[in-house]
């Protein structure tokens, strides 16, 4: 029995308008849905609120349940919730089954979060039990992107439930199902307690209502950055806790003892892969001018050779870009790159939805598709001479998400990676990773640090609460 029935996949009816759900290779309407609005907002974070406190007191192995259920769930419907991804999200199929499988490992390692020691007992210099506690926030709200939809909004949910708060989730109407409707369901068949989970698919103005909100006191948003500064100083004046993972330009430096057999895979998986549309997107390609000229020529020829076409219906390398806004984005900062000087030397052309993987070559400060984020299959590609050079280069963005280094000498890359500020770094990789068990964030411009994985969780969805119990009333001088 399917998961997702479009007739009936939302159980309560918002007020805002209807919104066709749209499959972005060909065009086609897959469903229908309404849109949240502030008053929505509103009204589901009264009944979440509300819900949110018997959830709170709920035993940890019974919440540890229900995330365990939702994982078994994640594969268990992997064949319905893959066509979704693939149509809704472009995803080629096999990011879709990435996608599921970091799902359920979320939630597996949600479950394990439930009964995580949490607290310490305390010295005190008072006859009293003095300890600390993690209880939970209350009510979390999770604003979620369209690119990897399933992951980014999992990875808040599925912690945040764990943990026992109730979760109102906002992902973006244009992967509203998979990003959103999706996990509703797996959840609700998993038995999670009515009120907990609410679906608000809606636009801007629902964003900021749930910003808003007093009864949100935690806001986790993944977007770009200038979303996120948007959200960070909305939370600020309303004195609320905002985790902002956002945008990246991340680079990956080819020293000149690299493998040029062996990176070439490697770095068209890191600009290509989901059509750029990834937050830590290999942006900036930083190769030492020894190889430069292969290098750019094998990208070239591997970029030439990826087949691009419809995920759903084809078997095909890389899948439609999002939506032709994001399209439009993409071909001006290639045209405009291309007015300033670089060298298209593969790609930089789109039939409808599908753009070509493009590498760049000649590409310098002045290069628009070097210094900005993307967001689409575009390889910028740039020679240095020494280490200390690549170091700069790598370092000079505004951007610190994530940095991949390839070298035959690990340790030379860990060294260059401490001169490089970066939320996460990858030695003989690309710059694209995701583990459930790993903590994931960046720095600067790309967000406020590792807020996702492990111990993060932990910090991000509860409040440190001291207690001390005495035995007997406290006295005092007066």
């Given at each position: 029995?399917?998961?997702?029935?479009?007739?009936?996949?939302?159980?309560?009816?918002?007020?805002?308008p209807?919104?066709?759900?749209?499959?972005?290779?060909?065009?086609?309407?897959?469903?229908t849905?309404a849109?949240?609005?502030?008053?929505?907002?509103?009204?589901?974070?009264?009944?979440?609120?509300?819900?949110?406190?018997?959830?709170a007191?709920?035993?940890?192995?019974?919440?540890?349940?229900?995330?365990?259920?939702?994982?078994?769930?994640?594969?268990?419907?992997?064949d319905?919730?893959?066509?979704?991804?693939?149509?809704?999200?472009?995803?080629?199929?096999?990011?879709?089954?990435f996608?599921l499988?970091?799902?359920?490992?979320e939630?597996?390692?949600?479950?394990?979060l439930?009964?995580?020691?949490?607290?310490?007992?305390?010295?005190?210099?008072?006859?009293?039990?003095?300890?600390?506690?993690?209880?939970?926030?209350?009510?979390v709200?999770v604003i979620?992107?369209?690119?990897?939809?399933?992951?980014?909004?999992?990875?808040?949910?599925?912690p945040?439930?764990?943990?026992?708060?109730?979760?109102?989730?906002k992902?973006?109407?244009?992967?509203?199902?998979?990003?959103?409707l999706?996990?509703?369901a797996?959840?609700?068949?998993?038995?999670?307690p009515e009120e907990l989970l609410?679906?608000?698919?809606?636009?801007?103005?629902a964003?900021?209502?749930?910003?808003?909100?007093?009864?949100?006191?935690?806001?986790?948003?993944?977007?770009?950055t200038?979303?996120?500064?948007a959200?960070g100083?909305?939370?600020?004046?309303?004195?609320?806790?905002?985790?902002?993972?956002?945008?990246?330009?991340?680079?990956?430096?080819?020293?000149?003892?690299?493998?040029?057999?062996?990176?070439?895979?490697?770095?068209?998986w890191g600009?290509?892969f989901h059509?750029?549309q990834?937050?830590?997107t290999?942006?900036?390609h930083?190769?030492?001018?020894?190889?430069?000229?292969?290098?750019?020529q094998?990208l070239?020829?591997?970029?030439?050779?990826?087949?691009?076409?419809d995920p759903?219906?084809?078997?095909?390398?890389?899948?439609?870009?999002?939506d032709?806004?994001?399209?439009d984005?993409?071909?001006?900062?290639?045209?405009?790159?291309?007015?300033?000087?670089?060298?298209?030397?593969a790609?930089?052309?789109?039939?409808?939805?599908?753009?070509?993987?493009?590498?760049l070559?000649?590409?310098?400060d002045?290069?628009?598709?070097?210094?900005?984020?993307?967001?689409?299959p575009?390889?910028?590609?740039?020679?240095f001479?020494?280490?200390?050079?690549?170091?700069?280069?790598?370092?000079?963005?505004?951007?610190?998400?994530?940095?991949?280094?390839?070298?035959?000498?690990?340790?030379?890359?860990?060294?260059?990676?401490?001169?490089?500020?970066?939320?996460?770094?990858?030695?003989?990789?690309?710059?694209?990773?995701?583990e459930?068990?790993?903590?994931f964030?960046?720095?600067?411009?790309?967000?406020?640090?590792?807020?996702?994985?492990?111990?993060?969780?932990?910090?991000?969805?509860?409040?440190?609460?001291?207690?001390?119990?005495?035995?007997?009333v406290a006295?005092y001088?007066?």
């Amino acid at each position: 029995m399917p998961l997702l029935d479009t007739r009936t996949w939302q159980p309560r009816r918002l007020a805002g308008p209807g919104y066709t759900v749209t499959e972005p290779a060909t065009g086609h309407a897959l469903g229908t849905l309404a849109l949240a609005t502030p008053e929505d907002v509103g009204a589901a974070a009264g009944r979440a609120a509300t819900a949110q406190l018997e959830w709170a007191r709920t035993p940890h192995f019974a919440r540890a349940a229900v995330l365990r259920k939702a994982g078994d769930l994640f594969t268990a419907h992997a064949d319905e919730l893959r066509e979704w991804l693939v149509r809704e999200s472009g995803s080629v199929p096999g990011k879709a089954d990435f996608e599921l499988h970091v799902a359920a490992q979320e939630c597996y390692e949600a479950a394990a979060l439930a009964s995580r020691p949490a607290g310490q007992v305390l010295p005190s210099e008072a006859p009293r039990l003095s300890y600390t506690r993690r209880v939970p926030a209350g009510v979390v709200g999770v604003i979620s992107p369209f690119n990897a939809p399933l992951i980014l909004s999992i990875r808040s949910v599925a912690p945040a439930l764990a943990l026992g708060n109730a979760v109102l989730l906002k992902p973006d109407p244009r992967t509203a199902v998979c990003g959103g409707l999706s996990l509703a369901a797996v959840f609700a068949a998993a038995g999670l307690p009515e009120e907990l989970l609410h679906v608000l698919p809606g636009g801007p103005d629902a964003g900021q209502a749930l910003v808003a909100d007093p009864r949100v006191p935690v806001i986790s948003f993944t977007g770009s950055t200038a979303a996120g500064r948007a959200v960070g100083e909305a939370a600020g004046r309303h004195l609320k806790r905002a985790h902002l993972e956002l945008g990246g330009n991340s680079a990956m430096i080819v020293l000149e003892d690299a493998d040029l057999d062996a990176v070439i895979s490697t770095a068209a998986w890191g600009s290509f892969f989901h059509q750029g549309q990834i937050c830590m997107t290999t942006g900036r390609h930083l190769v030492h001018a020894s190889l430069y000229d292969e290098y750019v020529q094998r990208l070239a020829a591997k970029a030439d050779s990826l087949a691009v076409g419809d995920p759903y219906r084809d078997r095909v390398h890389l899948g439609p870009i999002i939506d032709a806004g994001q399209l439009d984005k993409i071909s001006g900062l290639v045209e405009a790159s291309r007015s300033a000087g670089a060298k298209v030397a593969a790609g930089g052309t789109h039939d409808r939805l599908f753009y070509r993987p493009t590498v760049l070559a000649h590409v310098d400060d002045r290069t628009p598709a070097y210094t900005e984020e993307v967001f689409g299959p575009v390889a910028p590609v740039r020679s240095f001479t020494t280490a200390d050079e690549a170091a700069a280069l790598a370092a000079q963005s505004p951007y610190g998400l994530s940095l991949g280094i390839v070298t035959r000498d690990p340790a030379r890359g860990l060294d260059l990676a401490d001169r490089i500020p970066t939320g996460i770094v990858h030695i003989n990789d690309q710059t694209v990773n995701d583990e459930a068990v790993a903590p994931f964030g960046g720095v600067a411009a790309s967000g406020t640090g590792a807020r996702f994985g492990g111990e993060a969780n932990l910090e991000a969805f509860t409040e440190l609460r001291w207690t001390t119990v005495r035995g007997d009333v406290a006295p005092y001088p007066f």
